[in-house]
């Protein structure tokens, strides 16, 4: 199957929803943690809006990225920008592939964590979100080096859908 030219409208509109659900995970996620202390110090924690807030953002984001996962793998993604060197070529793809595949543990470890009353489960959705954060600031530093730098375009690829 030949590369498309760019992405389609679904997936760059998936891209930044999903993004912008994502920095809301990370800005309300102190009363589910809370929550979840007292849980396993076998308390009762009262009804919040905030922790059911984070739980169904998650998986809300869980069942989109499952849709954006299903879109790649049947329509593909452009090829890098001509004249990418193999190396950055090599580091996008491993990089996508961890954000994709963080977007999708994330949410499973955390509903494992809270449903299944497992604090292995908690630990490893906290190591998590730290690797997410790495992992999106380099994403970002690189979009930018792609923008600024090399100077071939690669924001309007995610802005503008190409055939
Ligand atoms: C992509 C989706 C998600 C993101 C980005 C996210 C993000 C976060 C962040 C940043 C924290 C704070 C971690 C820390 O204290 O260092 C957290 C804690 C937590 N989240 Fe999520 N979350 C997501 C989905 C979910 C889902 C679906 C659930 C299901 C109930 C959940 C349950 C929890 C729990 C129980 C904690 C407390 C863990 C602990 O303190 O050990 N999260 N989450
Ligand atoms: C939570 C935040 C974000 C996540 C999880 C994320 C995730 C991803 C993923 C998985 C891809 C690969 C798409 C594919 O080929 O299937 C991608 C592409 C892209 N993202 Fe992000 N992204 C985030 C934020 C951002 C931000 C803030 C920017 C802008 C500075 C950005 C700019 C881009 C661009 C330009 C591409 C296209 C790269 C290419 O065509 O090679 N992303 N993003």
Redo the contacts with the bound molecule.
Sequence with gaps: MPAPK??SSM?IGL??L???L??LQFLFNEPIGDAFRQIEQGGVPGFSLLVWGHIAGGIAILLLVLW?VS??LGR???D??AGTPPLLHMG?AA???A??A??LLLPVSGLVAWFGGIGAAGEAHEVMTNL?LA??GL??V???Y??LIRKDH??????RPGA
Excluded: D, E
Aim: charged residues 5%.
């Design positions: 760019g992405y997936q891209h930044w999903i993004a912008v994502i920095a954006r879109l790649r593909g993604a452009p890098s920008p996008a990089g996508h592939l954000l994709y963080l977007m997410l992992v999106v994403h970002v690189a979009a930018l792609h923008q690669l924001l309007l690829r995610m802005m």
